[in-house]
Structure formats: structure tokens, C-alpha cells
């Protein structure tokens, strides 16, 4: 279970490598905003905990998207909606692990760029205000504040962030915070980007983490089923551990995928590895994606449909807590 002091991370939280997976589901369909549960979007079913749980993953990246959270700006949050995200967290705390509850918006409500004229940092301040009096009192749920924002601005996006994080803090909740980054919050690009700026972020608990995504196809845009060569795939990731030392803080690799053939599972291999031996600054990974609603995503960890594992899978359960020393 996740280690906690009230001013920050404790020795044994620092020990503690946190391995897992994005379950995509209740982010589907943003375009049908609400739309219908069950068939629009849907909620990861017990089978998935338990999968991942027993392959040895004590962590879920759980998307969610804001509009269905709280279907109003300013107002209170959707009754229905925090029932099946905490039922989702109750499942996950039951084996032991971790929920990152991931609003997975890009740095919009309904399209409108948080900033501008239509959706305020006041706004985004209070939806996270409002979910910290709500989880303050589950530290087994991590807040990832926000997924690949799209300001045009690492400033103005880090005021946002400060803002989001004074308001979490002020509703009692010191629950781990995952701060990202503009420029698709990619890794390799984090250190100039976003560093200077988000380096100045404050956080009165000290449980700030910094959350970046990368993938190893040829423009790290994760659409593609080949990757570079293993030095150039890790060589994506070593700005950011630098900076990450350099800063003092940590880090969370929230996102990456590889396809199935013989390279990119090398590639998955080395990546795996090297953030196991730079744990002192990265405090683990969540793999994207699995789900049901996946089918032969080729990026995908879900089982296949006769059960069986996948390529990807096989290769991160050498990693796993259940296969370690």
C-alpha cells in the first residue's frame, strides 16, 4: 500500500516501484458528452483488477473525463459517476493497490481550452477542490490533475496547475498529485518545454509527482506498430531523469505502448529496465492501454480472447512485483 507521511513521501514510499496499466474505458466517447453508461463508455469490470493484479501490477490509471464528472462548471460533482469511480477504487484497494484518477480532457471542457474566455483556471480549480473534499480520506487514489493539456503556454499552464493544486490542498486532501506538461507532456521534450517553468510549482503536502507519456515509434506519436532502435527509445527518457535529479522531484511514466514484433518488445524490454534501475527518481509506470473495448489494438494488453496472453504482457511480467528478487 502506498506509504504516505503528511508532509511528503516517506522512506518506504520512496522504495516502493508503482507498475500498472491505463484502463481507457470511461474517457470513451467524447463526443457524446453525457452518453449513455454501458453503451458510450463503460467502467472496468472486477475481471480487470484482478488480471493485472495477479500478473503482479499494483497500480490503475483510471481515464475519466471531466464533462461527465461534473456536468456543470462550478457545480457539484455527478452523484452516479463518483459511485462507479470509488466502486472501481473500493476493487483496487481491495488487493492492495493503486488508483491514479486521470481527468483525461487535454486541457479542454467541452472543447474550450481552460483559459480562454468560456472555461476558467477557477473552474478547473474547483472541480479539483470539490474531488479533494470527496477523496481526502482515500490516499490509495492519486489525482492526475490533467492528461496531454494543449495550452499553448508551459507558464500559463503551470498558474493553472498551481491553482488546481492550492484548491486540493485547501479541501484537507493530501493525496499524491500527477502534474503533466503541454507538448503532448512527452518525455523527451518535457526538460526544455516544460521544466522552467513547472519547476516553480509548490505544493504545501510535498507529494507533487511529475507525470509524462513517450512512445517509441518514429515521431512518438504512438501511432505506429514499429519503434526506433533500444538506445534512441531510452535516450527519449534521459533529459527528464536528468531534470528530475537536478530538481529534486519525481517522476511517473503515465503512458507508453509498443507493438507486438520482435524489436518493439526489445524496446519494452530496455524501457522496463532502465526505470527500474533510476527508481530513486521514477516512481513507476502505467502502461497504455488495456480494456475490453480495445479489440486487436496493437498496443494492447488485454488478454486475447481465447485467454492468452499478450506479446507485451510477457515481457512486462518480468518486471512485475510477483517476479522480483
Known sequence: MLALSVVGWTTAAQAQEYKGV????????????????????????????????????????LSVLWERLQPTPGAALDADHMKRILAFADQVRAVGGIVILDVHDYGRYRGNLIGGDTVSADDFRDLWTRLGATLHDRHDIWFGLMNEPQQQSARQWRDI???????????????????????????????????????????????LIFEVHEYFDRDSSGRSAECVPADQAIGRLTSFTAWLH???????L?????????????????????????????RGWTYWAAGPLWGEYMYTLEPTRDGQDRPQMQVLERHLNHHEG
Not at 463503460?42 to 503482479?56: A, I, N, Q, R, S
Not at 537536478?246 to 511517473?252: A, E, I, L, S, Y
Not at 505502448?257 to 521514477?282: F, I, P, T
Request: net charge neutral; glycine share 14%.
Open 22 to 61: 491505463n484502463l481507457a474505458g470511461a474517457a470513451y466517447s467524447s463526443n457524446r458528452i453525457p452518453g449513455r453508461y454501458g453503451y458510450d463508455y463503460l467502467f472496468p469490470k472486477p475481471g480487470e483488477v484482478t488480471y493485472f493484479h495477479d500478473k503482479g501490477m499494483n497500480i490503475f490509471r
Open 161 to 207: 496547475t498551481q491553482q488546481a493544486i492550492l484548491g486540493i490542498r485547501s479541501a484537507g486532501a493530501r493525496n499524491p498529485i500527477l502534474v503533466s506538461g503541454i507538448g503532448w507532456d512527452s518525455a523527451h521534450g518535457f526538460a526544455t518545454q516544460n521544466g522552467p517553468d513547472m519547476a516553480a510549482l509548490k505544493d504545501p503536502a510535498h507529494a
Open 246 to 252: 537536478q530538481t529534486g522531484n519525481v517522476g511517473f
Open 254 to 282: 503515465g503512458e507508453f505502448g509498443v507493438g507486438r514484433n520482435a524489436a518493439c518488445l526489445d524496446v519494452l524490454e530496455k524501457v522496463a529496465a532502465y526505470l527500474a534501475v533510476n527508481q530513486s527518481v521514477w
